[in-house]
């Protein structure tokens, strides 16, 4: 992203949005060079976000817990008091909530381009059967 703005910002990512990316870990650590608040908000259930973040090693100021993502957004606002606060997600329906809860809206692609972040598609695809640099495959 264009570190050009404030840091003064919290920034939160719908879980889905999250899983598109190649390297989560490394963009949350990348947004926090930029982001003052960064966390992960979404209608799964607890586990699912913690059993995620956990495998990716992402320290996260805030997630939903049981909360769904308007109600998560709305506590997000009251509890951290920054100049922005931007929803990353990947559906209209995550645009229509981040509206309603008075966040910027940016769509996974355009965050991912403009921070330099790799989608999971677009990373080269690894062929685990190939048989270059194996001596134990025919």
């Known amino acids: 992203m264009d570190s050009g703005g404030s840091s003064d910002m919290t920034l939160a990512f719908e879980l889905a949005a999250l899983q598109a990316l190649?390297?989560?870990?490394?963009?949350?650590?990348?947004?926090r060079q930029w982001t003052e608040y960064v966390g992960v908000v979404s209608e799964k259930p607890?586990?699912?976000?913690?059993?995620?973040?956990r495998k990716n090693r992402i320290r996260q100021d805030f997630f939903s817990g049981p909360r769904g993502v308007k109600e998560?957004?709305?506590?997000?606002?009251?509890?951290?008091?920054?100049?922005?606060?931007?929803f990353v997600g990947t559906s209209d329906e995550d645009r229509e909530v981040?509206?309603?809860?008075d966040w910027e809206y940016l769509p996974l692609e355009?965050?991912?381009?403009?921070a330099?972040?790799?989608?999971?598609?677009?990373?080269?695809?690894e062929d685990h059967f190939e048989s270059e640099g194996r001596d134990d495959w025919p």
Do not use: I
């Open 22 to 31: 190649a390297e989560p870990d490394a963009v949350f650590s990348d947004a």
């Open 116 to 125: 330099g972040w790799t989608l999971a598609d677009d990373g080269p695809e």
């Open 110 to 114: 355009q965050a991912a381009e403009a």
């Open 72 to 86: 998560s957004l709305e506590n997000v606002k009251r509890q951290f008091d920054t100049d922005r606060h931007v």
């Open 98 to 101: 981040a509206e309603a809860t």
């Open 46 to 53: 607890t586990y699912v976000v913690t059993n995620f973040t």
